[in-house]
Structures are given as C-alpha cells and as structure tokens.
C-alpha cells in the first residue's frame, strides 16, 4: 500500500514552503498563480488530498454543509436538495447527505455525530419531531436551521411556507368555484405541516358556513399510492366529495389516478387540488392546480442563516415563513351541475 503523501513532499516539489503549499490547496490567503500551479500539479502527481478531519480538529472550516434528510424519497425532498446544493454552491460550500428514518436510531446516532462534527453546520430537512437527536442540536449548539418544520417549539432557526395560509387559499379557490362538499387528504404528523395544512382547511371551511365533516378528512402520509387509497375511501362515501385537496402533490397524483380508474374525469366530476407545486405538476393530465413554493429564496434563506452561525453569530431562533402562490391549472374547475 502506497503511503500517504504529505504536505511536505508536496511542497519540496513545487518549490515552496509548506506554509504557502497548505494556503494553495485550503483556497486561503495569497498565493502566486504561477505558485499555485505549480502546487497543485504536484498534488495531482502525488495524490495528496489534506486531512478534513485533521483540518476540522485545528479548528479550520470543512466548507461542508451537512443536509440531514428524514426518509429520503418524497419528489419534493429531492427539490429541496437541490435548492439547496444551487444555494451552497454559490457561495462555496459543498453539501452532505445523510439519509435515515430517524437520526438517533440505532446504528444512527454515532453517524449523526461524526458528521456533526466533519460538518460546519447542518441542515435538517423535514426533520421528525420525536427525534431526540433535535434535542443533542439544541444542547450542544451545533450550527444548524431546520427546514419545513412545526412539529414543536424548538431553539433553532426555521425556515418554512405559511402552511397554514395557503392551505386556505387553497380551499377559498375551490370554494369560488362553488364547491361545498370538499376533502381532504391528509399527510403525515411527524414534521407539524400536514396540521397546520388542516387547520388552514378548517378555517376556510368555517369562515364560508360550511361544517368540517370527519367523514372527509383522511390519511394519505405524503405518499401516492396511499393518496390513492384515501381517494378510494372517499369515493365510496354515500355522498363523496366533489373537490379534494391533498397536503402535496403527490397524495393529489394518487387522487387523480383513483378518480380516472371510477371512470370519472377531473375536473368535470371531481377536482383536485394540490400542495408544493413539484416540477411533475405541471406534467401530468390534467396538469395540477397546486400551491408553489418558492424554493430558491427559502435555501438562499435557509443557508444564509446557517452560514451567520458558521461565522460565529448567535442562532437565531425562531421561525421564517414565506407565503405561497396559488398556481391554477386544469385539475379544478365549477362544481358539476347535479351536485
């Protein structure tokens, strides 16, 4: 096994000390570019890559951003991550997944520390809120913000949507349309959004006069093909609904699909509303009514506040929501006239 080349050998090549070699290959301080060249071609020849732990142990920046996602899988995690990677990369960091059910699993947690510490801070997207490893972040004052999260009250910095409001915009624009008999699929209690997206259901709901029926809230977890078994339910109602809203489009897609499988047609029979405004939305048929959410500005946002804490300023606490625009497409239209 080939022994690992060091600084210094890199440096007796290129001619230079060992001082201006390190500065050359961290990207700090001056360094000639001709110096420059000439350190990093020797690098290459010697395949010398420095230490990062090492690095981080000296107290020097990673220039790594830890992405924590919780259960990577959902279509609109994957724009998130790349939300944010655009975002970190413009400002010259690189980012770091790190991919599980829970953080303070089994087997989890001594990964979740390593990385904490490789890292210069973290980033938690949709993070469940009965995970413990929340709580290690909170104690040790690990550099970090949490993205789309309302679980619970939390000493960190969150970046999020007005889940709420817009789940009433949502529903107030099929309310315009005329329909009374409205439902809604619900997601999954682990990051507090599908709660709020309730309540804003709800509000709407009563603020027109319009009782919130039981019979017309079911669970679809986030998932399609679970949004299409909560729309079989509800189709099966003696009196089903005639306009759904799902939390996320992708519970809407499954809507869709069980409606055309009744023989029904969307939005003549039944519109469908969705939640996130995905890049799928507008390429399925019908193409999806939806809330979009403005992606880009919430990673600027979300690494902004994380790079503040990386430069040594305090976590702000507290939680940002930007508000989301109703983007009206072909999957909800009038209520049919018989209903």
Do not use: W
């Not at 022994?3 to 961290?26: C, F, N, Q």
């Not at 009196?239 to 799902?246: C, D, E, G, S």
Request: aromatic share 6%; net charge neutral.
């Amino acid at each position: 096994m080939r022994k690992a080349s060091k600084l210094s050998e890199v440096a007796k090549i290129a001619g230079v000390s060992p001082i201006t070699a390190s500065r050359a290959i961290r990207g700090t301080g001056y360094v000639s570019e001709a110096a420059r060249a000439r350190i990093m071609a020797a690098a290459a020849q010697l395949d010398y890559t420095p230490d990062m732990l090492a690095r981080r142990m000296r107290g020097d920046k990673s220039k790594l951003i830890g992405v924590f996602v919780n259960n990577y899988g959902s279509l609109v995690l994957h724009e998130i991550t790349k939300a944010i990677s655009q975002e970190a990369r413009r400002i010259g960091y690189d980012i770091l997944i790190f991919n599980a059910e829970r953080f303070d699993g089994v087997g989890r947690a001594p990964t979740s520390d390593m990385l904490s510490k490789l890292c210069d801070g973290l980033l938690l997207l949709l993070p469940n809120g009965e995970d413990s490893y929340l709580d290690v972040i909170e104690r040790q004052r690990i550099p970090c913000v949490l993205f789309s999260f309302e679980a619970r009250e939390i000493n960190l910095p969150i970046v999020a949507v007005e889940n709420r409001i817009a789940a009433r915009t949502a529903v107030e624009h099929l309310l315009g349309l005329g329909h009374s008999r409205i439902a809604f699929i619900a997601g999954s209690a682990r990051t507090g959004q599908s709660a709020q997206r309730q309540k804003g259901y709800a509000d709407a709901l009563q603020a027109a006069g319009l009782p919130v029926e039981e019979e017309l809230i079911v669970e679809g977890g986030f998932v399609q093909a679970r949004g299409y078994a909560a729309t079989e339910r509800l189709l099966a109602l003696e009196r089903p609904p005639t306009a759904i809203f799902a939390a996320n489009d992708e519970m809407a897609f499954g809507a869709i699909d069980a409606i055309h499988s009744r023989g029904l047609r969307v939005p003549d029979d039944i519109s469908v509303m969705g939640f996130d405004d995905i890049p799928t939305a507008s390429g399925v048929f019908p193409t999806l009514s939806t809330m979009r959410q403005p992606l880009p500005e919430m990673a600027a946002r979300a690494v902004g506040a994380l790079l503040e804490q990386i430069e040594g300023a305090p976590a702000a606490a507290g939680k940002f929501a930007f508000p989301m625009a109703l983007v009206v497409r072909n999957s909800t239209g009038p209520v049919p006239p018989a209903a």
